[in-house]
C-alpha cells in the first residue's frame, strides 16, 4: 500500500510570509503527527491530530498550526516565518496512537531566507 | 541526500562487528519506547519498540534493553552491515519525545 505523502518536497519563503505543508497518510490511518527536524534541536514534536481534532500539542508557539481533515489530511500552517523556521518537517501516521506504530513520511524542506 | 545528523555523535564500526546506540530518555513516565533508524533523505523508520513492563526485547539482529532506574535505553545491532549505516533515534511516548539520535557508520 502507499507510503505517507507529503507535499511538496521543498520550499523556500522569505522571513514573514507564511506556508502551508501538506500530508497524507497511509489508508486507514486516522492519527497525523507532526514534527520539525532541524540539526540543533533533533526531531521535536509539534502536534498530532486524530479523527479531525488536535489530540497532543509540542511547545512550539502560536504560529504553527494544523488542521485535519475527514478523509485524515492533514496541513500544517507556519504564519510569519522566521529565519529560525528552516527545517526538515516530517510527518507520521498511524493507526490511532504514539503505540501504534507510526511510518513517516519523507518530510519536506523549508528554507527561510 | 539531506543531512539530519550535523552534529551529531557518531559511532563507528567495522562492518560484521556488534554496535551498541545509547539513548538517555527524559521523562521517568513515560512507558513505552521506540528505537527509529533513519537514513539519509528519508523519514525515520520504525526498529523495534519496548514497553516499561520489560528489560529486554529482541527482534531480527536488534536487540533492546531498558534501564528505568536511570532511564537509559540501549539498541544492539549484531554483525553490523553497511546498510545499517543511518542516524538512530529513541523515541518515548509521554510528549512524543525523541533523543538526540546517534549517526552510526558502518566502515566495510
Known amino acids: 500500500k502507499a507510503g505517507v505523502t507529503q507535499t511538496p518536497r521543498y520550499l523556500i519563503k522569505t522571513r514573514g510570509q507564511q506556508v502551508t505543508l501538506s500530508c497524507s497518510p497511509i489508508s486507514g490511518h486516522r492519527s497525523v503527527s507532526w514534527y520539525q527536524q532541524t540539526p540543533g534541536q533533533g526531531l521535536q514534536f509539534l502536534f498530532e491530530?486524530?479523527?479531525?481534532?488536535?489530540?497532543n500539542k509540542g511547545n512550539f508557539p502560536g504560529r504553527f498550526s494544523g488542521r485535519q481533515f475527514s478523509n485524515s489530511r492533514s496541513e500544517m500552517n507556519v504564519s510569519t516565518l522566521e529565519l529560525g523556521d528552516s527545517a526538515l518537517y516530517l510527518c507520521?501516521?498511524?493507526?490511532?496512537?504514539?503505540?501504534?506504530?507510526?511510518?513517516f513520511g519523507p518530510g519536506t524542506r523549508l528554507t527561510v531566507l | 541526500g539531506e543531512s539530519v545528523g550535523l552534529h551529531l555523535p557518531t559511532l563507528s564500526v567495522q562492518e560484521g562487528d556488534n554496535s551498541i546506540i545509547n539513548c538517555a530518555y527524559s521523562n521517568s513516565a513515560s512507558d513505552y519506547f521506540i528505537w527509529y533508524k533513519q537514513e539519509s533523505g528519508k523519514g525515520p523508520q520504525f526498529i523495534i519498540d519496548?514497553?516499561?513492563?520489560?528489560d529486554k526485547r529482541q527482534g531480527q539482529r536488534v536487540t533492546v534493553l531498558l534501564n528505568k532506574t536511570v532511564k537509559h535505553l540501549s539498541l544492539q545491532i549484531a554483525a553490523t552491515q553497511p546498510g545499517d549505516s543511518a542516524v538512530y533515534f529513541c523515541a518515548e511516548n509521554i510528549g512524543f519525545y525523541f533523543g538526540s539520535g546517534t549517526k552510526l557508520n558502518v566502515k566495510p
Open positions: 491530530y486524530f479523527s479531525e481534532t488536535q489530540r
Open positions: 507520521a501516521s498511524s493507526l490511532g496512537s504514539f503505540e501504534n506504530e507510526q511510518f
Open positions: 519496548i514497553r516499561s513492563n520489560m
